[in-house]
């Protein structure tokens, strides 16, 4: 057998789960090992049976190992077993990390990752924050780490490759099997900058009971883990305990209180989590990891938000009736009072100048208030 099938072996032995892999791997250090223990010395791992022993000893490798390792070499796929220097670091920390892991494109193994999850269907407010609060961290050389579903994770995965940085998409399916599809362009484009990563078998459907196992991949390999816009019942909220668990740091960034979509995140401030407005935030949270514990800097303010004090009255007027929540054209002219083809045209104005942003659907967004600093 060759490095690879080793693992293959041991993952497909029946009873031998990612916690009793991981503890075996800690003593024997590799599967070969492993398959040539006594059994008195498997009898020493805690949770081995004579059963596990029984199966370890007598279970050979899976006819369909050899046809997923032809697909692995046709799709010049990787993969990256716990003994590889490019496994992530901090995942091999958890109790139960996966043996390897199938990867398309090339994983960094800097340890500064920050995870980013969310709601599927989000609000523009939760995208567009997601989005630059993603880009100033990865423009600042810190990958972030997503599951490139729909809504926030890809607003993350988004945002991460518009600041020029690294992203890592885990999958809750095979590689082969991409979702949604229609991210398939953006999983392509986080393959060459960045990975997206499985320990899924590569036709492996997107079956419901994946997800909660990806979501320990994507909090284990991450120094702390951002939610933004979750219900009290999101499955992003079993990220951020699996994060708890793991010892790592919890972040949520709030939402209007009048939004059910934020219920859940406003929950985790509520129990500790800390509130992240900017990237800023993390980054203090994140300093004793920086070489020489030296923090990153942080990019400096746009033109548009050093020169409000060069707009007009009226201008001016326009960008204090704007919040922090996208706002409709029409609930403007009844807020401020203004004949609708003057706003339009200062509105117009001040989008130009990079002051405000205007959403599908004619909603108006102040720039700075949706993380441009």
């Not at 993952?11 to 398959?35: C, T, W, Y």
């Not at 885990?170 to 991210?183: D, H, Q, T």
Request: net charge neutral; glycine share 8%; charged share 20%.
């Amino acid at each position: 057998m060759d490095d690879i099938r080793p693992w293959f072996l041991l993952k497909s032995v029946p009873g031998v789960g990612n916690l009793l892999a991981k503890r075996l791997l800690d003593l024997f250090e590799s599967p070969q090992n492993i398959f040539q223990a006594s059994a008195e010395k498997l009898l020493q791992v805690e949770g081995v049976t004579k059963r596990h022993v029984a199966a370890l000893k007598n279970h050979k490798m899976p006819g369909k190992v050899t046809a997923e390792l032809d697909l692995l070499a046709r799709k010049k796929y990787r993969i990256t077993t716990q003994a590889d220097p490019d496994y992530p670091r901090l995942l091999r920390e958890i109790p139960d990390p996966p043996p390897f892991l199938y990867v398309s494109g090339r994983l960094n193994n800097s340890a500064l990752k920050i995870a980013v999850v969310g709601s599927r269907n989000a609000t523009e407010y939760g995208l567009t924050t997601t989005k630059n609060l993603c880009a100033g961290l990865a423009s600042l050389g810190i990958t972030i780490v997503s599951g490139m579903a729909r809504g926030i994770d890809t607003a993350a995965h988004e945002g991460a490759l518009a600041g020029g940085g690294e992203t890592i998409a885990v999958l809750g399916s095979g590689l082969e099997r991409i979702y949604p599809a229609e991210n398939t362009k953006l999983f392509h484009r986080i393959s060459e900058n960045g990975a997206v990563v499985s320990e899924f078998d590569l036709l492996a459907e997107p079956e419901g009971h994946n997800f909660p196992l990806r979501n320990r991949i994507i909090s284990g390999m991450s120094l702390g883990t951002v939610v933004v816009e979750a219900t009290k019942k999101s499955g992003s909220l079993i990220t951020a305990r699996l994060a708890a668990e793991q010892n790592r740091e919890v972040f949520a960034v709030p939402g209007s209180v009048q939004s059910f979509k934020s219920t859940g995140t406003h929950t985790l401030i509520k129990q500790g989590a800390k509130l992240v407005e900017h990237a800023q935030d993390i980054v203090e949270e994140l300093a004793p990891y920086f070489a020489n514990n030296e923090r990153p800097g942080i990019p400096a303010p746009t033109e548009a938000h050093e020169n409000l004090s060069s707009l007009s009255a009226d201008e001016f007027r326009i960008y204090n009736a704007l919040e922090p929540y996208p706002i409709h054209i029409d609930n403007l002219i009844r807020k401020i009072s203004m004949e609708p083809g003057k706003l339009s045209g200062i509105l117009l104005k001040l989008e130009l100048n990079g002051t405000i942003q205007q959403l599908p659907g004619k909603f108006f967004i102040l720039a700075d208030q949706s993380g441009k600093r």
